[in-house]
Each structure stands twice: as structure tokens, then as C-alpha cells.
């Protein structure tokens, strides 16, 4: 009779990377337009004859339509499957970067970075939950750690490229070079990316995603109005009246609807607040006020696009080199000192900018830029899988779609606020340079408030409940 011996379990597969891979292209992709525009505004302004307040919609609207439609996307994906939006979202995201290079005037170009950002909603909306369903344990938190830093350097990428293809071959390059890579992308998510379980019997709430996004339309609209023609104009009083009545509706909608876009119990979990806060303020004071500092730079004090291009990627840089670097030892130590303390740190950072008036050049405000980017690089990829982790399983996709809807809403407000606050210094390179560190004060100030309360509704509660 032959020996018998007990037969050695089956290796584990590791995991393939190449969803993963698929995702981070997407991510790329959709990330890079947030500031790729950035420093070639004012190319863009001499060409298309944009005034200030255009040029801050071509940056802002995008933002604006990604945080508004990004809950609602992740609705309706749950009911439609998430790789099928994601999809729909490239295919849309490529033909709109393809009319944003074609526009002739500035309200061509504003259209068609409006259809951009409703594009980049559905596909942030369900990059985030289909490489959650495809790892798991370590595997998820090195994946969302991967997404982050591909995120910084989308951004490092949009801020140093788009001045250098303005320079070199024209603003309508910085859309024209990515259409090759939406090709790719395509191909890549159609190929590996792997339908979720939809939601049986849920419906999509509309009502709530109309008023959502009216609520942040409204906000942001009046504020650049404000600054642009004062704040008493009746551009801005409109935008005034129609925020309040749309955040009105959607409180009210969303307490009446069996299926809300967000369920209000959620905002009864501190640690879910936390994450909102954190998520908000850090992008608004990190990355609002790029837009502004690339105006101070290029028309303040005389660098090219170029230049600039190089001075503010330090910022991406840095904050790469950290996200690659510890983000990997962050997720196990407490949410509410590494989001809130990475916030607090960006926030002095920004008040570091005081250095201008010593110095009005790009030299001073290299200290903001390190620490900011510091920071960014700290929380960047740590919030998803802490939002997830905040609230019940059930709604862990709700969770980190919201979280990355306050961070755009974020970056959207903290556009729209820096611009307003530095147009009302005045012309002349004394009200500019008086007028960039305003801006980043407020930020600064923000910040490290913000860190300091999210850092407390995150803390460690009795027995470790993340939904306490």
C-alpha cells in the first residue's frame, strides 16, 4: 500500500496588477486636467481673449461638475455596473479633451471642459470602488496606496507639462498630447477591468444629484462673480439666493428619498465628518491657490511658462516622493493624527508665504511648496481606505465616493476664493504680491483649522468603533 501523507494546501495566486494598472491609467488621465490647464491660462487668456473671471471657469467648471455629479455617478453605477459608466465615462472624457483643443472661443472651450468633468465624474466615481472589489487586505491598502501616488504624479505631470507644451507648442497641445493615452486606456479598462454585482430594486436619486450640483454650481459661481464684479453685483446676489435654496432642497430631498444619494445617518459618524473636512480643506488650501500663484509668477514676476511650470512641480514632486515613500507605514497608524497632523503641517506651510514680502520672488515661496506638498503627500493616500473604514460595510462605496466629491468641492471653492481674494488687491506687482499671500494666509488658516477639528472627530474612540 503506498504511503499516504496529507496533500499540501494549493499556493495562493498573487494578485494581478494589471486592473490595477488600468485603473491608475484612468486616474491619470482624469487628474492630469486638473492642473494641467493651471499655468497655461494666461496663453489661453492672449489667444481666446478671456477675462479673468473666464479664465477661472476654464479651471474651475471642470472641478465643479466632477464634485457635483460624483455621488450621483456612484449611484447610478451601483444600478447600471461600474464598468460599464466607467467606460461610458473614457469614451466621453476622450471626445471632450478632443473639443477642448478645438475651441475658438472661451465659452467653446468652457463647454467642453464642462462635458470633461461630467465625463471625469463617472469615471472617479467608480475607479475607486472597482479596485476596492478587486483586492483585498494588504493587497487593497498597497493598491490604494499605488493610486495615490499615481495621483500626485498626475498632478506633477499636468502642472509642469502644461506650461511647457503652452511655450513650446501652444496651449492646444496640453488636451491634443492625451489622446493617444485615452486610446490606451480604453483598451486597457475594456480588457481587464471586471464587472461588479449591480444593485437589484435601488433607484437612482435624481432629485438629490440635481440639487447637489446646483448647490455647488451656485456657490462657486458666486463667488467668482463676487470678485470679478463685486460682491453686491447681481451676478453674485443671484448665485447667493440659488445656493441657498438648492442646499435647502437637497437637505430636504435627501430626508424624504428611500434611496439618498447620501444616507443621512452618516453624518451622525464622526469619523465620516473627519474625513469630509480633511478631504475638503487639504485640496482647498493645497491646491486651490496654484492658479493664482501661476498668474503672481508669470505676470508678477516676469517668468516664463516654462519657469513656472518647473517652480510649482517642486510642489507634485514632493509630494510623490512622499506618498511612495511612508504611505505604505500610514495605514495602520491612528486616522486622527496622521490626516489631521498632514493637515495642520500644509497649513503652516501656506503661512510660510509671508517670506514674499521679505523677497517677491519664486525663491520665498519655496518653503509653502515643500510643506505643502509634504502634507498633500501624507493624506493623499490614506483618506480613501480611511473613509471606507469609517462607516458600515454597506455603504463603504458611498463613503469614499463622498470623500473624493468634498475633496474636488474642495479644490473647485478653493479656485474660485483664491481668485476672488486676489483680484481685490488691485493691478501693479505690489498688489499682486500682496495679493498671492492673502490668499495663501486664508489657506494657511483654513488648514490648520480644519487639521486640528478633523483631527479631534477623528480620533481614536472607546474600543477602536469607527462609526462611533
Given at each position: 500500500?503506498?504511503?499516504?501523507?496529507?496533500?499540501?494546501?494549493?499556493?495562493?495566486?498573487?494578485?494581478?496588477?494589471?486592473?490595477?494598472?488600468?485603473?491608475?491609467?484612468?486616474?491619470?488621465?482624469?487628474?492630469?486636467?486638473?492642473?494641467?490647464?493651471?499655468?497655461?491660462?494666461?496663453?489661453?487668456?492672449?489667444?481666446?481673449?478671456?477675462?479673468?473671471?473666464?479664465?477661472?471657469?476654464?479651471?474651475?467648471?471642470?472641478?465643479?461638475?466632477?464634485?457635483?455629479?460624483?455621488?450621483?455617478?456612484?449611484?447610478?453605477?451601483?444600478?447600471?455596473?461600474?464598468?460599464?459608466?466607467?467606460?461610458?465615462?473614457?469614451?466621453?472624457?476622450?471626445?471632450?479633451?478632443?473639443?477642448?483643443?478645438?475651441?475658438?472661443?472661451?465659452?467653446?472651450?468652457?463647454?467642453?471642459?464642462?462635458?470633461?468633468?461630467?465625463?471625469?465624474?463617472?469615471?472617479?466615481?467608480?475607479?475607486?470602488?472597482?479596485?476596492?472589489?478587486?483586492?483585498?487586505?494588504?493587497?487593497r491598502a498597497r493598491a490604494f496606496a499605488v493610486w495615490g501616488t499615481v495621483a500626485g504624479v498626475a498632478s506633477a505631470v499636468?502642472?509642469?507639462?502644461?506650461?511647457?507644451?503652452?511655450?513650446?507648442?501652444?496651449?492646444?497641445?496640453?488636451?491634443?498630447?492625451?489622446?493617444?493615452?485615452?486610446?490606451?486606456?480604453?483598451?486597457?479598462?475594456?480588457?481587464?477591468?471586471?464587472?461588479?454585482?449591480?444593485?437589484?430594486?435601488?433607484?437612482?436619486?435624481?432629485?438629490?444629484?440635481?440639487?447637489?450640483?446646483?448647490?455647488?454650481?451656485?456657490?462657486?459661481?458666486?463667488?467668482?462673480?463676487?470678485?470679478?464684479?463685486?460682491?453686491?453685483?447681481?451676478?453674485?446676489?443671484?448665485?447667493?439666493?440659488?445656493?441657498?435654496?438648492?442646499?435647502?432642497?437637497?437637505?430636504?430631498?435627501?430626508?424624504?428619498?428611500?434611496?439618498?444619494?447620501?444616507?443621512?445617518?452618516?453624518?451622525?459618524?464622526?469619523?465620516?465628518?473627519?474625513?469630509?473636512?480633511?478631504?475638503?480643506?487639504?485640496?482647498?488650501?493645497?491646491?486651490?491657490?496654484?492658479?493664482?500663484?501661476?498668474?503672481?509668477?508669470?505676470?508678477?514676476?516676469?517668468?516664463?511658462?516654462?519657469?513656472?511650470?518647473?517652480?510649482?512641480?517642486?510642489?507634485?514632486?514632493?509630494?510623490?516622493?512622499?506618498?511612495?515613500?511612508?504611505?505604505?507605514?500610514?495605514?495602520?497608524?491612528?486616522?486622527?493624527?496622521?490626516?489631521?497632523?498632514?493637515?495642520?503641517?500644509?497649513?503652516?506651510?501656506?503661512?510660510?508665504?509671508?517670506?514674499?514680502?521679505?523677497?517677491?520672488?519664486?525663491?520665498?515661496?519655496?518653503?509653502?511648496?515643500?510643506?505643502?506638498?509634504?502634507?498633500?503627500?501624507?493624506?493623499?493616500?490614506?483618506?480613501?481606505?480611511?473613509?471606507?473604514?469609517?462607516?458600515?460595510?454597506?455603504?463603504?462605496?458611498?463613503?469614499?465616493?463622498?470623500?473624493?466629491?468634498?475633496?474636488?468641492?474642495?479644490?473647485?471653492?478653493?479656485?474660485?476664493?483664491?481668485?476672488?481674494?486676489?483680484?481685490?488687491?488691485?493691478?501693479?506687482?505690489?498688489?499682486?504680491?500682496?495679493?498671492?499671500?492673502?490668499?495663501?494666509?486664508?489657506?494657511?488658516?483654513?488648514?490648520?483649522?480644519?487639521?486640528?477639528?478633523?483631527?479631534?472627530?477623528?480620533?481614536?474612540?472607546?474600543?477602536?468603533?469607527?462609526?462611533?
Amino acid at each position: 500500500m503506498p504511503h499516504l501523507t496529507s496533500r499540501a494546501e494549493p499556493a495562493v495566486a498573487a494578485p494581478s496588477w494589471v486592473p490595477l494598472i488600468a485603473a491608475c491609467v484612468g486616474t491619470f488621465l482624469l487628474l492630469i486636467y486638473t492642473s494641467i490647464v493651471t499655468v497655461a491660462l494666461p496663453a489661453i487668456g492672449a489667444e481666446l481673449g478671456a477675462g479673468y473671471g473666464q479664465l477661472q471657469w476654464i479651471v474651475d467648471v471642470f472641478t465643479v461638475a466632477l464634485a457635483g455629479l460624483l455621488l450621483g455617478f456612484g449611484s447610478l453605477s451601483d444600478l447600471l455596473g461600474r464598468k460599464r459608466v466607467y467606460l461610458a465615462g473614457l469614451v466621453l472624457f476622450s471626445v471632450a479633451t478632443l473639443a477642448c483643443g478645438l475651441s475658438g472661443t472661451p465659452g467653446e472651450l468652457i463647454a467642453a471642459r464642462v462635458v470633461q468633468g461630467v465625463a471625469g465624474a463617472a469615471m472617479f466615481a467608480t475607479i475607486l470602488p472597482l479596485v476596492g472589489l478587486t483586492y483585498e487586505g494588504r493587497d487593497r491598502a498597497r493598491a490604494f496606496a499605488v493610486w495615490g501616488t499615481v495621483a500626485g504624479v498626475a498632478s506633477a505631470v499636468g502642472t509642469f507639462s502644461g506650461g511647457v507644451l503652452a511655450q513650446v507648442l501652444g496651449w492646444r497641445w496640453i488636451f491634443f498630447v492625451s489622446l493617444p493615452i485615452c486610446a490606451v486606456a480604453i483598451v486597457m479598462a475594456a480588457t481587464s477591468l471586471k464587472e461588479g454585482p449591480r444593485a437589484r430594486g435601488r433607484t437612482v436619486d435624481y432629485p438629490g444629484i440635481a440639487t447637489f450640483s446646483l448647490a455647488a454650481t451656485g456657490l462657486t459661481y458666486s463667488v467668482i462673480t463676487g470678485g470679478d464684479r463685486g460682491w453686491s453685483s447681481a451676478g453674485a446676489v443671484i448665485g447667493y439666493l440659488v445656493t441657498a435654496v438648492a442646499i435647502g432642497a437637497f437637505v430636504v430631498v435627501e430626508r424624504r428619498s428611500s434611496a439618498p444619494m447620501v444616507p443621512t445617518d452618516l453624518f451622525a459618524t464622526r469619523r465620516f465628518l473627519g474625513v469630509l473636512l480633511v478631504a475638503f480643506s487639504y485640496y482647498f488650501a493645497g491646491f486651490g491657490a496654484l492658479p493664482v500663484i501661476s498668474l503672481w509668477l508669470q505676470n508678477g514676476t516676469g517668468l516664463s511658462s516654462a519657469a513656472t511650470s518647473a517652480v510649482l512641480a517642486l510642489q507634485v514632486v514632493v509630494f510623490v516622493a512622499v506618498s511612495a515613500l511612508i504611505s505604505g507605514r500610514l495605514h495602520a497608524r491612528s486616522p486622527g493624527r496622521v490626516l489631521g497632523g498632514a493637515t495642520m503641517l500644509l497649513g503652516f506651510g501656506c503661512l510660510t508665504a509671508v517670506a514674499v514680502l521679505l523677497s517677491p520672488t519664486w525663491i520665498a515661496l519655496l518653503p509653502a511648496l515643500v510643506l505643502t506638498g509634504i502634507g498633500a503627500g501624507i493624506v493623499s493616500p490614506v483618506f480613501p481606505a480611511v473613509a471606507i473604514a469609517s462607516v458600515p460595510a454597506e455603504y463603504g462605496g458611498t463613503a469614499g465616493a463622498a470623500a473624493n466629491s468634498s475633496r474636488q468641492l474642495g479644490l473647485a471653492l478653493g479656485i474660485a476664493v483664491s481668485g476672488a481674494v486676489y483680484a481685490t488687491r488691485g493691478e501693479g506687482s505690489a498688489g499682486a504680491t500682496h495679493g498671492v499671500l492673502l490668499v495663501l494666509l486664508v489657506c494657511g488658516v483654513l488648514a490648520a483649522v480644519s487639521g486640528l477639528t478633523g483631527g479631534w472627530l477623528l480620533r481614536d474612540g472607546s474600543g477602536g468603533n469607527a462609526q462611533e
